[in-house]
């Protein structure tokens, strides 16, 4: 389905999957779009949340797998940790999530155009991914696939788009589309649809793995100047835990939103303050001069 935000579709599926009691685990450190349904799931029924924090010297996909326990019924989380650039083993947890009988739904935005995202694979049971992150389109416009018992499911709420012929503007009969188009509500950004499809052809044809080993490449070498000056990453690149395109660089004496804004004002480079990190996100068109010289701006911040 292509839906206006992930924020959306996470919203559409929590509202199939939320049952009356039950145990959901989540990351306590996750972005906000994948927390809130389950917040205020548990405001109106017997839920219990389960959170699990995103530690540097612990395995966050183990920690998720031990967090799934008999009452568990859905675990839900980013592929890629937004602040941290944790990078979780879907098919790990989804294994373990299915011996309970749990469903996993999973916010790809942060993997989504810099990796392979793989539902099938995975065994996930819905997956929602924005266009505006790694996929490089505009906002207004975000993917959304679900398992097909769920597109088989009445959603909870309807729009006029998720009908088989949304333009035949049948007021009287409620006749949903037989896939997951049935969950689009309304009329997303057109020309952010038009700029998503022209990214996934751009994105696809230089091949992910290309652009994760690009990626690796430059934090292995940001890193490498920066920990002179007192920066280290939340996970060291190589880790197996670390996603090679997101970069989390703390250091005891600066604090990071400070530090992203001095960048900003001082030399137009921007990153972002995440919790404790200055968050550096590394993509297909960055390449070694950008990395030096954000180095350098940090010797001089």
């Known amino acids: 389905a292509v839906v206006g935000s992930a924020s959306e579709g996470l919203g559409q599926v929590a509202s199939l999957l939320e049952a009356d009691r039950g145990t959901v685990v989540l990351v306590s450190t996750d972005f906000p779009s994948v927390t809130y349904p389950w917040l205020a799931a548990a405001e109106r029924r017997e839920i219990e949340l389960r959170f699990v924090a995103d530690r540097a010297d612990r395995d966050l996909t183990q920690d998720l797998v031990d967090a799934i326990e008999a009452t568990t019924s859905v675990v839900t989380f980013g592929a890629v940790q937004y602040a941290t650039g944790s990078q979780i083993e879907v098919g790990r947890v989804a294994a373990r999530a299915r011996d309970v009988g749990a469903r996993v739904v999973v916010d790809a935005t942060q993997l989504a155009g810099a990796g392979p995202v793989d539902m099938s694979r995975w065994g996930a049971d819905a997956v929602v991914t924005s266009g505006y992150k790694w996929l490089s389109s505009l906002g207004g416009v975000a993917l959304l696939a679900v ?23 049948d007021a009287r009969t409620l006749r949903l589309a037989d896939d997951a188009r049935r969950f689009e509500l309304s009329t997303m950004s057109y020309p952010s649809v038009v700029g998503l499809e022209s990214s996934l052809a751009t994105l696809s044809s230089v091949g992910f793995d290309r652009m994760a080993r690009h990626a690796a490449n430059l934090a292995a070498r940001l ?8 920066w280290r990453p939340f996970r060291q690149p190589g880790d197996p835990e670390a996603s090679p395109h997101i970069v989390s660089l703390r250091h005891a004496r600066h604090r990071p939103d400070i530090t992203a804004a001095r960048l900003a004002s001082d030399h137009r480079i921007v990153c972002g303050g995440r919790g404790d990190g200055l968050r550096v996100s590394l993509h297909v068109y960055n390449d070694e001069a950008d990395v030096d010289r954000l180095a350098e701006s940090l010797r001089e911040t």
């Open 147 to 169: 398992a097909p018992y769920l597109r088989e499911q009445v959603p909870r709420i309807v729009g006029w788009k998720g009908t088989d012929d949304p333009f035949a503007f």
């Open 223 to 230: 890193v490498a100047q920066v920990e002179g000056l007192g």
